[in-house]
């Protein structure tokens, strides 16, 4: 199955959990859950002391707002992008959240990208 053949409701269904997760796994600094429906792809490219930096010194990295807004999807291929409206609950302004879900070889849905811009 294609995830760009799932209807809007499904797929933030799926995307809305996995997102609130990220944000509070890159919050509170934890790898393990901040990776946890990331595929393995996106993992093997991934330098844990790297993200570890990032979550230590980045103040936006730890004050990510659990409140957001969903701004809509693009699909394109096999996956899908997810975009958000992000706020900090330190810094002013907003931020664009984006998470790429698709199919893995198992038939899960996981997570091929994310990132704040």
Known sequence: MNIIELTDDEILAVAEPMWTELVRASN????GKFIRDFDYS??????????????????LTRSLAEVYDFLGFIRRGEHVT?????RS???????????VLGYNQQGEIKIFGASIF
């Open 28 to 31: 509170e600094g934890e790898y």
């Open 82 to 86: 997810v975009l958000f409206r992000v």
């Open 89 to 99: 609950t330190k810094k002013e302004g907003e931020w664009l959240g984006r998470l």
């Open 42 to 59: 996106l993992i093997q490219g991934l330098n844990e002391v790297e993200v570890g930096k990032q979550f230590a010194k980045s103040e």
